[in-house]
């Protein structure tokens, strides 16, 4: 299957709805490939105007799905009238539905320390027989390299299919980039702040909020003291930009610039 993508601003956002990421991260378990997914909305476009290094981070995923809705309206305008939000949260439920078929292995990396047990939990209970290979709640720093390779070892040991990875951005689009190679899972996914929604320990915004590209707004409101910088710096410069550079469809093997 061939995805081509949607340039918002150098980026290079995949153009695909849930239907289509699902399928194409089937292949990569099924091929054993070795690949990592970027969920990525307008904070994840914006940073990467900043930090050339996380462009290309984007730019060199297996998908960058479009998260929130302006990444959505953003493909629309460019023609591809298919795109549909492929939003973290729906994309870890999705894949752990298909998984409980073909008997996926699923490790859960990154949250406050007690998220990835509560997250392991609550995905048991909403899907009797998930294979739960593992979790781990990385120190709130900068790891050493004996830390790293510990956590390879145990990742690469419980023999995990999809790892999923919610550090928040860009912590966890560096840190799948960084280990996509040295992993034998044939999928990294972030997913942020799905952990928490899914842990319980965070509420996701109401659907017709969600629908209307307002779920920012909802999250600053949960939130303020943490988020306020992130959307109000970033939402408008992201207006600016798109109206002065309006998205284009490009072909999957022409990279995003």
């Known amino acids: 299957m061939t995805i081509d993508r949607i340039d918002v601003l150098g980026v290079g956002v995949s153009a695909i709805n849930m239907d289509m990421a699902v399928a194409e991260i ?14 990525t909305g307008v904070h994840g476009v914006m940073e990467s105007q900043d930090d050339p290094e996380l462009k290309v ?24 009238q298919h795109m549909s939000r492929v939003y973290g949260p729906d994309l870890m439920l999705a894949i752990t539905e298909v998984g409980i078929k073909r008997g996926w292995k699923h490790f859960y990396y990154g949250g406050a320390k007690d998220v990835p047990g509560l997250l392991s939990g609550r995905m048991s209970e909403q899907f ?19 830390e790293s390779q510990e956590i390879v070892d145990m990742i690469n040991d419980s023999g995990a299919d999809l790892v999923w990875v919610g550090l928040s951005t860009p912590k966890q689009e560096r840190w799948m980039a960084a280990h996509r190679d040295r992993l034998n899972a044939p999928a990294l996914l972030g997913v942020g702040a799905a952990f928490d929604m899914h842990a319980g320990q ?3 915004a109401p659907s017709w909020m969600q629908q209307r590209g307002l779920e920012w707004l909802y ?18 410069r992201f207006v600016m930009r798109i109206l002065r550079e309006p998205p284009k469809l490009i072909s999957i093997s022409t990279p995003a610039k």
């Open 128 to 146: 009797p027989g998930i294979d739960i290979v593992g979790t781990y709640s990385p120190p709130f720093r900068p790891l050493t390299e004996d």
């Open 202 to 204: 965070l509420e996701q």
């Open 57 to 80: 981070i984007h730019n060199e995923s297996g998908l960058t799905t479009p998260d929130g809705m302006p990444m959505v309206w953003a493909g629309h305008k460019a023609g591809a």
């Open 219 to 236: 999250r600053v409101i949960k939130e303020p003291r943490r988020l306020w910088r992130r959307y109000f710096r970033n939402n408008p």
């Open 26 to 39: 089937t292949r990569w378990i099924e091929e054993r490939r070795r690949e990592y997914v970027c969920v």
